[in-house]
């Protein structure tokens, strides 16, 4: 859903402002998240989706106890993640987040709630292998974020305008904390999907537009 990730460079300046140490844990993530998004593209079954995305739980947690088998994804997770002391089992709810859109057919506010508290985890665990602060608002940012780009992927006109509700509620709190230095990388994340609200409904964002640039640049110089 996430879409290409070569193909955008505001994720790669993102990226650039997590501590060089951290970058491959949070790019591990986002490549997890890739993975599960592209699992749903090309799913049509539920039943087929829900059995591939079990596959992916049951691999996730066996990370705490067994070497990462053969899949580029997890191997990333094991060398970046899991060697920084996270918990495989810590990544387990952003499959279950992914999961809601194969197991409901009706997306009310009560399952958006679910998905992006389990996708926005990937937020959470990714503030702890980078060493962010825990006033920075993870669980916020990685919700939000979830929500916005969940929003413009929905064709339920109802449902993605309760997306976007939702999204901007908690971005709003998100982009309005003081970031840590280690979690500003999550912040410019949340900044990018705060202003991928304000694309027309229909339209893409307007990416490497000079005022989302320049709105990352501050965010890196200033926290905020």
């Known amino acids: 859903m996430t879409g290409d990730p070569a193909a955008n460079p505001e994720r790669s300046l993102a990226l650039s402002y997590a501590p060089p140490a951290a970058r491959r844990a949070l790019e591990a993530l986002l490549g997890l998240d ?19 995305l079990a596959w992916w739980r049951e691999a996730l947690a066996k990370l705490d106890g067994e070497p990462a088998p053969a899949e580029p994804v997890l191997q990333a997770l094991e060398r970046a993640v899991i060697a920084s002391g996270v918990q495989g089992t810590s990544l387990v709810p952003i499959v279950h987040g992914w999961e809601v859109l194969v197991e409901e057919t009706i997306l009310d506010r009560d399952a958006l709630r679910r998905f992006g508290g389990g996708r926005g985890q990937l937020f959470v665990v990714a503030g702890a292998a980078m ?39 908690l971005l709003d709190q998100a982009t309005a904390a003081r970031w840590s230095r280690n979690g500003r990388a999550l912040g410019a994340l949340a900044h990018l999907a705060r202003l991928d609200l304000r694309a027309p409904e229909g339209s893409e964002p307007p990416i490497g537009a000079p005022h989302r640039v320049g709105r990352l640049f501050w965010h890196r110089l200033t926290g905020r």
């Not at 825990?134 to 969940?150: K, S, V, Y």
């Open 34 to 52: 890739d993975a599960l998004a592209q699992l749903l593209r090309t799913t049509r079954e539920p039943a087929v989706g829900q059995l591939r």
């Open 131 to 169: 060493g962010a602060s825990p006033r920075d608002p993870l669980a916020a940012a990685g919700q939000g974020w979830a929500l916005a780009d969940l929003a413009r992927h929905l064709r339920v006109p109802a449902e993605a305008m309760e997306a976007r509700a939702m999204a901007s509620a």
